[in-house]
């Protein structure tokens, strides 16, 4: 569970989620104050100057804010930035009516400047603010505030739009921009941070990109989706040119199409966000932004309308926004934050900033050539970036997994306990922590294993002894990272061919979803089980994972019970209350398994009798369709589990976990003799050995109700009676397999 949340953090969240939603609602506005002022005073062609003169400002602009971020932190720089940017639409203000072409200018080369400056600064505050397990609740909602705020931005720009006109709007974002840098100082002071030695203090940011290629990778992902994005933008903003005139109904047209871009990104984000990056993989989520792209803008290059330049450009600002964005600060998750605070607004802004400067050269060059066909050939060479752009993004997978193998080995990056038990953290890092040695995966694990760990079962667990050696060396780091990407690729032949062999036990986190691979779960069985001793830990995570199918958490189980280790056994005991009858029920067959062989393993009694009277209060939950993937032998035969059913073959698996094994299987045979003589002996025998609250429901699963129980007996002398009964009980079993068979 969570830990609560000081007043401290409560105040800070509040105030980043004031200052997302104006920050957000300020740059929607500015966009559309943006174009409007520039569109109105100049032909569309010339937007591709501006854009490569903001470029160049922004570059400048980049490399002093980097500096500051090392040397201020972002806490501090970042008002200070909104601050700046306040005055500079306050004197835009008392400008644009004296030289509105000029004011154009400007007004553009300050919002291009400062916009993506600061909102990488505010996620940085936000960022350093809180602890990765703190921050999960108050992040989702400063996201959502910013959204709420780009909604408002909108609405309101087309608001005064419509009822006052686009000056008024610059004095509106002056305000706004005040309002952002007393937010941004209210959210407070960054947590200390864990230094790693492999950040030199003095290295630049550009000398860090150039001794790290993989950082270099995401700059020029920056750089390309940029470029594809501002030859896109081109097409549109020309289409909007010819068809509105004046400033004002120019900023309602940007104003709206913000807005429902905006919106459709929340949407977007909300819903499919999380799906995307489980299924597809950081590459995969990623890559959905240029191929929309590629379509859309080959469709937008062919018709060359309004509505297809608006649905390109509409699909690149929805997608960049979300998913994109998602999969993207992912990418950072090999990156200390030294390293992060100095490259990363370089990456974000500078980089960007290239890629728009060299849009608008094509666009220039276009338009220098073929003027008439200028936005058709701007849209189809942003379709042709599109491309490289997601060839670069399948690309990038396998780097991220380099990197991060890198930094975790390194220490520049930990794996806290909280990232490892969420689902979407988990399931993003574990593609990379193959690479880690089996003692550091333990080392990171271990708090939760002792939180579920009792201390008298400690105590048992210190003289268990250690697990068998590897029968032959580890992969080297090489190796492993091929067979990652087999995994990744999802060769059937090659995973088949990896499973046969001897498993690598980091290979554990890939191995674990083919349990629910109709061709290739028997084979990812057996190589689970066979190294499952060395990682039991990631098994018993999985199995207690709600999240994980039941076909593969049911395997899970027996290949644990295939472990005869204490740590195997307590997961197992934590199975039994699970929410899914079909693992409570693998479990509890791999715990019988187990014990059979180890008898010390053999749980508390009363645990057990606690999960029986679990079992009985809720029969309904007994429905299955099938016996379940489990695998594992059962003391009780076919004919017998049959004649229970599900239910009450579970219960008296359970029952086997604290009782005389044998004498209970004679029991159970025994009512369904058609001896009533050997009945009531068998009932007489349950009534000794189950507690009263649980025969009691267990009774009528049995055909009996408590009142018609016989009158008691020793224990030696009904087991007596049970064993002497022995050859009348095989005769009977004798006939039901006949019958079985003739059946």
Same mark, same amino acid.
């Given at each position: 569970?969570?830990?609560?949340?000081?007043?401290?953090?409560?105040?800070?969240?509040?105030?980043?989620?004031?200052?997302?939603?104006?920050?957000? +609602?300020?740059?929607?506005?500015?966009?559309?104050?943006?174009?409007?002022? @520039?569109?109105?005073?100049?032909?569309?062609?010339?937007?591709?100057?501006?854009?490569?003169?903001? +470029?160049?400002?922004?570059?400048?602009?980049?490399?002093?804010?980097?500096?500051?971020?090392?040397?201020?932190?972002?806490?501090?720089?970042?008002?200070?930035?909104?601050?700046?940017?306040?005055?500079? @639409?306050?004197?835009?203000?008392?400008?644009?009516?004296?030289?509105?072409?000029?004011?154009?200018?400007?007004?553009?080369?300050?919002?291009?400047?400062?916009?993506?400056?600061?909102?990488?600064?505010?996620?940085?505050?936000?960022?350093?603010?809180?602890?990765?397990?703190?921050?999960?609740?108050?992040?989702?909602?400063?996201?959502? $505030?910013?959204?709420?705020?780009?909604?408002?931005?909108?609405?309101?720009?087309?608001?005064?739009?419509?009822?006052?006109?686009?000056?008024?709007?610059?004095?509106?974002?002056?305000?706004?921009?005040?309002?952002? $840098?007393?937010?941004?100082?209210?959210?407070?002071?960054?947590?200390?941070?864990? *230094?790693?030695?492999?950040?030199?203090?003095?290295?630049?940011?550009?000398?860090?990109?150039?001794?790290?290629?993989?950082?270099?990778?995401?700059?020029?992902?920056?750089?390309?989706?940029?470029?594809?994005?501002?030859?896109?933008?081109?097409?549109?903003?020309?289409?909007? +040119?010819?068809?509105?005139?004046?400033?004002?109904?120019?900023?309602?047209?940007?104003?709206?199409?913000?807005?429902?871009?905006?919106?459709?990104? @929340?949407?977007?984000?909300?819903?499919?966000?999380?799906?995307?990056?489980?299924?597809?993989?950081?590459?995969?989520?990623?890559?959905?932004?240029?191929?929309?792209?590629?379509?859309?803008?080959?469709?937008?290059?062919?018709?060359?309308?309004?509505?297809?330049?608006?649905?390109?450009?509409?699909?690149?600002?929805?997608? &960049?926004?979300?998913?994109?964005?998602?999969?993207?600060?992912?990418?950072?998750?090999?990156?200390?934050?030294?390293?992060?605070?100095?490259?990363?607004?370089?990456?974000?802004?500078?980089?960007? &900033?290239?890629?728009?400067?060299?849009?608008?050269?094509?666009?220039?060059?276009?338009? %220098? *050539?073929?003027?008439?066909?200028?936005?058709?050939?701007?849209?189809?060479?942003?379709?042709?970036?599109?491309?490289?752009?997601?060839?670069?993004?399948?690309?990038?997978?396998?780097?991220?997994? %380099?990197?991060?193998?890198?930094?975790?080995?390194?220490?520049?990056?930990?794996?806290?306990?909280?990232?490892?038990?969420?689902?979407?953290?988990?399931?993003?890092?574990?593609?990379?922590?193959?690479?880690?040695?089996?003692?550091?995966?333990?080392?990171?694990?271990?708090?939760?294993? &002792?939180?579920?760990?009792?201390?008298?079962?400690?105590?048992?667990?210190?003289?268990?002894?250690?697990?068998?050696?590897?029968?032959?060396?580890?992969?080297?780091?090489?190796?492993?990272?091929?067979?990652?990407?087999?995994?990744?690729?999802?060769?059937?032949?090659?995973?088949?061919?990896?499973?046969?062999?001897?498993?690598?036990?980091?290979?554990?986190?890939?191995?674990?979803?083919?349990?629910?691979?109709?061709?290739?779960?028997?084979?990812?069985?057996?190589?689970?089980? +066979?190294?499952?001793?060395?990682?039991?830990?990631?098994?018993?995570?999985?199995?207690?994972?709600?999240?994980?199918?039941?076909?593969?958490?049911?395997?899970?189980?027996?290949?644990?019970?295939?472990?005869?280790?204490?740590?195997? $056994?307590?997961?197992?005991?934590?199975?039994?209350?699970?929410?899914?009858?079909?693992?409570?029920?693998?479990?509890?067959? $791999?715990?019988?398994?187990?014990?059979?062989?180890?008898?010390?393993?053999?749980?508390?009694?009363?645990?057990? @009798?606690?999960?029986?009277?679990?079992?009985?209060?809720?029969?309904?939950?007994?429905?299955?369709?099938?016996?379940?993937?489990?695998?594992?032998?059962?003391?009780?035969?076919?004919?017998?589990?049959?004649?229970?059913?599900?239910?009450?073959?579970?219960?008296?698996?359970?029952?086997?976990?604290?009782?005389?094994?044998?004498?209970?299987?004679?029991?159970?045979?025994?009512?369904?003799?058609?001896?009533?003589?050997?009945?009531?002996?068998?009932?007489?025998?349950?009534?000794? *050995?189950?507690?009263?609250?649980?025969?009691?429901?267990?009774?009528?699963?049995?055909?009996?109700?408590?009142?018609?129980?016989?009158?008691?007996?020793?224990?030696?002398?009904?087991?007596?009676?049970?064993?002497?009964?022995?050859?009348?009980?095989?005769?009977?079993?004798?006939? %039901?397999?006949?019958?079985?068979?003739?059946?």
């Amino acid at each position: 569970m969570a830990p609560l949340a000081s007043r401290k953090d409560r105040v800070a969240a509040a105030a980043g989620a004031v200052a997302a939603a104006v920050m957000i +609602a300020q740059q929607v506005g500015g966009k559309a104050t943006r174009d409007a002022l @520039f569109l109105s005073s100049f032909p569309a062609s010339e937007l591709p100057k501006v854009m490569i003169a903001s +470029a160049a400002l922004s570059l400048v602009g980049v490399l002093v804010a980097s500096r500051l971020l090392g040397q201020l932190g972002p806490v501090r720089m970042v008002p200070a930035a909104f601050g700046s940017s306040s005055v500079l @639409f306050a004197a835009e203000w008392l400008l644009v009516d004296r030289m509105p072409g000029v004011t154009a200018w400007i007004v553009y080369l300050h919002i291009g400047t400062f916009g993506a400056i600061v909102v990488s600064g505010f996620w940085s505050v936000i960022n350093e603010r809180f602890d990765p397990h703190t921050a999960k609740p108050f992040v989702s909602r400063i996201a959502g $505030a910013a959204t709420l705020g780009g909604l408002l931005g909108g609405l309101g720009a087309e608001r005064v739009a419509a009822l006052l006109d686009v000056r008024s709007m610059l004095l509106i974002l002056a305000g706004l921009n005040v309002m952002c $840098a007393i937010a941004v100082s209210r959210i407070g002071s960054p947590l200390p941070e864990r *230094v790693s030695h492999v950040d030199g203090p003095t290295a630049s940011g550009l000398r860090l990109l150039r001794q790290v290629p993989y950082l270099q990778r995401l700059a020029a992902l920056v750089a390309l989706v940029a470029m594809t994005a501002s030859l896109v933008d081109y097409g549109l903003k020309a289409q909007v +040119a010819s068809r509105f005139e004046s400033a004002e109904t120019l900023m309602q047209f940007f104003a709206m199409f913000y807005t429902v871009t905006g919106l459709l990104a @929340f949407l977007v984000q909300s819903l499919l966000a999380r799906r995307a990056l489980s299924r597809l993989g950081i590459g995969g989520t990623i890559a959905l932004l240029p191929a929309a792209v590629l379509i859309s803008g080959v469709m937008g290059a062919a018709i060359a309308r309004l509505w297809a330049m608006t649905l390109a450009r509409g699909f690149d600002m929805v997608l &960049r926004n979300s998913l994109f964005r998602s999969g993207y600060e992912l990418l950072y998750t090999p990156v200390s934050r030294t390293r992060k605070r100095r490259t990363k607004p370089i990456i974000d802004v500078a980089f960007e &900033r290239c890629g728009d400067a060299l849009g608008s050269a094509g666009v220039l060059l276009a338009l %220098s *050539v073929l003027p008439g066909s200028a936005e058709r050939i701007a849209v189809g060479a942003g379709a042709l970036t599109a491309a490289v752009a997601l060839w670069l993004a399948r690309k990038l997978h396998r780097g991220y997994v %380099s990197a991060l193998v890198e930094s975790l080995r390194s220490g520049a990056v930990k794996l806290e306990a909280a990232e490892i038990v969420d689902a979407t953290t988990r399931r993003t890092l574990d593609e990379a922590s193959v690479a880690l040695e089996r003692d550091a995966l333990v080392r990171e694990v271990d708090p939760l294993l &002792r939180r579920r760990s009792s201390p008298s079962e400690a105590v048992g667990r210190s003289a268990e002894p250690p697990p068998p050696p590897p029968p032959r060396p580890a992969l080297s780091e090489e190796a492993l990272v091929d067979a990652v990407a087999v995994f990744a690729a999802g060769d059937g032949d090659g995973i088949a061919a990896l499973l046969d062999e001897h498993l690598d036990p980091r290979l554990v986190a890939h191995v674990i979803p083919l349990l629910d691979d109709r061709r290739l779960h028997a084979r990812a069985g057996r190589a689970l089980r +066979a190294v499952a001793p060395r990682v039991v830990g990631q098994l018993v995570d999985a199995l207690v994972d709600p999240a994980q199918p039941d076909a593969i958490r049911c395997r899970l189980a027996r290949a644990l019970g295939d472990c005869d280790l204490h740590r195997a $056994a307590e997961g197992l005991q934590e199975g039994l209350g699970d929410w899914s009858f079909a693992v409570r029920r693998a479990c509890a067959l $791999a715990l019988s398994s187990m014990v059979g062989r180890r008898p010390d393993l053999a749980r508390s009694p009363a645990i057990i @009798f606690a999960a029986i009277e679990s079992e009985l209060e809720d029969p309904s939950a007994w429905v299955v369709a099938r016996e379940g993937p489990d695998g594992g032998a059962h003391w009780l035969d076919a004919a017998t589990r049959a004649r229970l059913g599900p239910g009450p073959a579970h219960v008296f698996t359970l029952l086997g976990l604290a009782v005389d094994r044998d004498t209970l299987r004679l029991c159970v045979r025994a009512l369904h003799a058609g001896d009533t003589a050997l009945r009531g002996t068998a009932l007489e025998y349950l009534e000794n *050995v189950v507690p009263g609250p649980a025969r009691t429901r267990l009774w009528p699963h049995l055909g009996q109700s408590p009142a018609e129980s016989t009158g008691r007996r020793s224990h030696e002398e009904i087991v007596d009676e049970l064993l002497g009964s022995l050859d009348s009980l095989r005769g009977h079993d004798d006939r %039901s397999h006949g019958e079985d068979g003739d059946t």
